[in-house]
């Protein structure tokens, strides 16, 4: 298996174009069943009762109560180690795409950005006439529905699940991008029984184009005997070793005075160190904003949240000269925020100082230009108007207060366009 894994690991250069093609397989350690197999969702419910329109126009209560049924089991799941590694690819290979069958939003979730998503998603509806009042598809978290149909709110006819059903065509343009990424040198197909097509397809499409390709599934199928690499593991266990036989590739951001890059062990260290600093502590104590048992628990947490890898991707940001961390920020995968949130802190140590300012605008160009997310959301647990004077001078607005590893915490959040 490591053999295999170092021979993929040789072929993902930093430069390589690289697509992943993902399917019910990566999300099953989340808790979301599969479709096909033992246990899978075809086994006890029949496509032509739940996934065609003509299901819907019979018995559409019926198709939605199992969407909704579906809708509350995946809202209780949470992204696995495959969906991490694959949303930290999306960072750090500049020429990335994922392209995934899932309807679930999982990939969303741990913080992959610009996924195609080829059968829809689950957390999408649309008005089933088609009305003229209303957007083709829009999202919609409800769990669960109160009233089953949902009606559309323009025009009170009932709301259809935003799913591509078998006998639908899927939407052009993401299946024009996806052709447009089998143009590339590694092709994944992670978790798909690999019969359904287009997306059975596209393994094919990017054959013909000379890319490496490889499959990622525990079981055989149809696409096993055509690959060129067969990684016969779990996707939770396969993608992560593969990311490990990587390496580091930094993805650094530098200004005049600031470098970001991703955590690395010696950043946790720095992180605890600093915390526990002696003039980090005697800013802390002598300003009287958290008192010195609060400071060593916050430098416990903030070491072990780093450890645990509750977030997606953690960066570091610090001194160009000195190395010293003064803030960090990472995709939040862990549910404070609705969807991927980038959030960023600084040590409060440097709160009020001129580069703190410096480096959360150089965070928010990183987020809304190179990682392309819609929002930013800054944490404070040192709120005081220090920190207030710089998430203002930077553009971002108060949004709640609400307790966050056991701590009083202020959050401020920005919107793209905004
Ligand atoms: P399937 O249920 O057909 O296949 C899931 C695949 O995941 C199987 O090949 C399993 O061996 C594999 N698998 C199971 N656990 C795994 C794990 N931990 N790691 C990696 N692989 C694992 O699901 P899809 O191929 O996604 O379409 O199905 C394709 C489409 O058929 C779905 O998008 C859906 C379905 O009907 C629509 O709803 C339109």
């Given at each position: 298996m490591r053999s295999i894994l170092h021979r993929v690991a040789r072929a993902l250069g930093s430069d390589a174009r690289i697509t992943v093609m993902t399917g019910a397989g990566v999300s099953a350690a989340s808790g979301v069943p599969t479709f096909r197999g033992a246990d899978g969702l075809w086994k006890d419910f029949r496509v032509d009762d739940l996934a065609t329109p003509q299901a819907f126009t019979r018995n559409p209560r019926a198709v939605w109560e199992w969407y909704d049924w579906r809708r509350q089991a995946i809202a209780g799941c949470q992204p696995n180690a495959a969906h991490h590694v694959l949303a930290s690819w999306s960072l750090r290979f500049p020429r990335f795409t994922l392209i995934t069958q899932n309807v679930d939003g999982l990939h969303e979730r741990a913080g992959a950005s610009d996924v195609l998503r080829l059968h829809g998603s689950i957390w999408d509806v649309g008005c089933w006439n088609q009305c003229a009042g209303s957007p083709h598809r829009w999202r919609d978290d409800s769990v669960p529905f109160p009233v089953l149909p949902p009606s559309c709110p323009h025009c009170g006819g009932p709301l259809r699940p935003g799913v591509v059903w078998f006998g639908e065509l899927l939407d052009s343009e993401v299946v024009d991008r996806s052709l447009d990424a089998t143009r590339c040198d590694v092709f994944f197909t992670v978790g798909t029984s690999a019969i359904v097509y287009p997306a059975a397809g596209f393994l094919d499409h990017a054959r013909s184009h000379g890319a490496m390709t490889v499959e990622i599934n525990p079981e055989a199928t149809p696409a096993s005997s055509t690959v060129d690499v067969v990684v016969p593991e779990r996707a939770e266990l396969a993608l992560p070793e593969l990311d490990a036989t990587l390496g580091a590739h930094p993805l650094a951001l530098t200004t005049e005075r600031l470098r970001l890059e991703p955590l690395l062990p010696r950043h946790v260290e720095a992180a605890h160190q600093l915390w526990t600093h002696p003039e980090v502590r005697r800013y802390l104590w002598d300003d009287r904003i958290i008192p010195r048992e609060t400071a060593e628990e916050v430098a416990r947490a903030s070491a072990a949240d780093f450890a645990r890898h509750r977030f997606g991707l953690w960066l570091v940001y610090g001194h160009e000269e000195s190395g010293m961390p003064v803030g960090f920020c990472g995709l939040r995968t862990d549910g404070v925020g609705p969807g991927p949130e980038l959030l960023f802190g600084l040590?409060?140590?440097?709160?009020?100082?001129?580069f703190a300012q410096e480096a959360s605008r150089a965070v928010l160009a990183h987020a809304f230009t190179t990682l392309r997310l819609p929002r930013v959301t800054a944490a404070t647990d040192a709120p005081n108007e220090r920190s207030a004077r710089t998430l203002s001078a930077i553009g971002m607005r108060f949004d709640r207060r609400a307790e966050h590893n056991g701590l009083d915490t202020l959050f401020y959040s920005i919107d793209m366009g905004r």
């Open positions: 040590y409060p140590t440097y709160w009020g100082r001129g």
